[in-house]
């Protein structure tokens, strides 16, 4: 018996993928698969248990420049996680059938194991596998699982028998006995990301973060398919990220004087990243967003912390922003950029350049400028952008800014810039590829995860009343539906799609810490996931059902826990045994 590309909701046992696939066959024969299954990388040889990122050296396809990973250590270390997620981060889903059931095969009495594993790269990995352009690789990939126990991953890059890996460890469950089944085979599928860009953001300035948590973040990014970790690196509050021909950045301009990202650090959060697909994109914020520079370097920023009025120059406190006619901040432009790009360059071919809330009226503070006029404006933010461009480009590496700087700014960018958008939702996307400028998506009323937090603000008794009951700007708290229901293309005309490359979804940090990091992240995040790399529509051009939804981004939600990170629920286990109880099915 067979079952196309869907889940049964009217039983509870789970056939979950996470991102759903383009295709997806299966049937209902049970094999298990042990710890010393045969796996081979394009005939060269190993066991499941014993593959490290070097064990495929030899088969490596293209080479790694400039220190970037190469395409074995992408597949060793995919292997490395196929292992350890099937034997020792896996879940016995007793959640996800009726309650009582006895839902386990009994033992292996079949016989039936997982014989071999063969993955297959059919095309060598162009030069930059490790920190790719949008669309430089191919991730697609094919899986297929026999009855006999046969298992053939193939696909044109090391990402994406990387991809089919993370599939195949998707069809196997804890075994109360010991080791771990499917009970899904046969399997085929067939399969390939929707977006070439699929990003999760990360603010990590707001509230600093330990590097494991950073580290946490990308690893349960990159199972659920993500293949950017945007780091916004700095921002008004605080500076953590260690520029070394600058110390006192951190050192000042920290919240203190331990609480930063190293210059190891970041290595070790890229290089991480890498390995396992997920290219991580620095941001700088500027020319606003820079008030923590002040503390080691107040020369360079205007309107710094003005208080009480500090909402007439910034979007938060405290306000500050770069001044934009100043030869010194060039200087420190130059030497910051001097000092980074080139390190992150191994692992990246993007840089993020900001650009977003910036305030005219701080100008006004800018003894460089003096003015808040658009006229006197625009063509120094011209200049200032172009010069930080230009230096990024010197170093290999491909701008992006925040929509502002192309939509309220005006300025004339180069075809290389990619534009994050993130305020309107019926314009920002289609206006940005109106001007022939590629796209990300990534709507705050949809793929915000901090909204609905309520405000962060304090608001002194004489008005206080009028701001009850005190909602963020972005309330209500976007639910996993909601977020499931954002379509990137929205208005945008079908001969300009292309011009979509992917989207973020993004974790401010105003609110958030290391205690409800976790949480607030995931399973959420992976609703933008799955439309990122499945699209929003079905195969009939309508939305995705919510319905066929939720019970496998539940179990994508076992998965993580599984694998340490403190996933919230998103339905009562009634809901997952009882299959389609909890759906409702008339208007209220």
Not at 16 to 22: K, M, R, T, V
Not at 58 to 87: E, H, P
Not at 266 to 272: A, P
Request: aromatic content about 10%.
């Amino acid at each position: 018996m067979k079952f196309v590309n869907t889940l049964i909701v009217c039983a509870p046992a789970v056939s979950a993928l996470w991102p759903i696939p383009q295709t997806y066959t299966h049937g209902d024969s049970v094999i298990f698969i042990n710890q010393n299954t045969p796996i081979s990388y394009n005939g060269k040889q190993a066991t499941l248990s014993s593959v490290s990122t070097n064990s495929f050296a030899s088969a490596t396809y293209g080479s790694a420049a400039n220190g970037s990973v190469t395409s074995a250590q992408i597949i060793g270390a995919a292997v490395q996680r196929t292992y350890q997620t099937i034997f020792n981060q896996n879940y016995i889903p007793w959640k996800f059938h009726h309650r009582n059931s006895d839902f386990e095969p009994s033992s292996n009495s079949s016989g039936a194991v997982v014989k071999s594993i063969k993955l297959v790269q059919n095309a060598s990995d162009p030069a930059d596998v490790g920190r790719p352009l949008v669309g430089s690789v191919d991730e697609s990939y094919t899986l297929d699982l026999t009855t006999d126990g046969s298992v053939v991953i193939s696909g044109k890059s090391s990402q994406g028998i990387a991809h089919g890996l993370t599939t195949f460890t998707q069809l196997f469950y804890k075994y109360s006995g010991g080791g771990a089944y499917t009970p899904l085979a046969p399997v085929s599928i067939t399969d390939a990301p929707k977006f070439p860009y699929r990003s999760l953001q990360m603010d990590v300035a707001r509230n600093y973060y330990p590097v494991t948590d950073v580290l946490r973040m990308i690893d349960a990014a990159a199972y659920n398919k993500f293949n950017h970790f945007h780091l916004h690196a700095t921002d008004s509050q605080s500076w953590p990220l260690e520029i070394p021909s600058l110390p006192n950045l951190t050192s000042l301009g920290a919240y203190r004087k331990d609480l930063i990202y190293s210059a190891s650090d970041l290595q070790q959060i890229q290089q991480y990243g890498a390995t396992l697909g997920v290219e991580v994109v620095v941001e700088i914020d500027s020319p606003g967003h820079t008030a923590s520079i002040a503390y080691s370097r107040p020369d360079l920023i205007a309107a710094f912390n003005s208080q009480p009025d500090w909402d007439a120059y910034a979007a938060e406190p405290p306000s500050g922003t770069l001044k934009l006619n100043s030869p010194a901040v060039y200087d420190f432009l130059e030497q910051v950029y001097s000092d980074l790009l080139p390190r992150v360059k191994p692992y990246t071919s993007y840089f993020h350049t900001g650009g977003d809330e910036v305030k005219e009226s701080a100008y006004l503070l800018d003894d460089t400028v003096n003015s808040s006029s658009d006229a006197v404006l625009q063509p120094l933010v011209q200049k200032f952008v172009d010069r930080n461009h230009d230096q990024i480009r010197a170093n290999g590496l491909h701008p992006l800014v925040w929509e502002e700087m192309l939509l309220q700014w005006n300025l004339t960018l180069g075809d290389d810039v990619l534009i994050q958008t993130w305020e309107s939702v019926t314009d920002s996307v289609a206006k940005t590829v109106a001007k022939g400028h590629k796209a990300l998506a990534g709507n705050y009323n949809y793929w915000y995860l901090d909204c609905g937090q309520g405000q962060w603000l304090d608001f002194y008794p004489n008005i206080s009343a009028s701001y009850w009951p005190y909602a963020d700007y972005c309330s209500p708290r976007k639910n996993w539906r909601l977020m499931y229901s954002y379509d990137p293309l929205a208005n945008v005309p079908a001969n300009s799609t292309h011009l979509v490359v992917g989207g973020v979804v993004a974790i401010w940090s105003e609110q958030v810490d290391s205690a409800n990091l976790d949480r607030m992240v995931w399973p959420r995040a992976g609703a933008a996931a799955e439309v990122l790399w499945s699209g929003a529509k079905d195969a009939s051009g309508q939305n995705r059902s919510q319905v066929t939804a939720s019970p496998r981004l539940s179990d994508m939600r076992e998965r993580l826990l599984a694998r340490g990170v403190m996933a919230e629920p998103i339905q009562m286990v009634f809901c997952l045994q009882d299959g389609e109880s909890c759906g409702e099915v008339n208007e209220g």
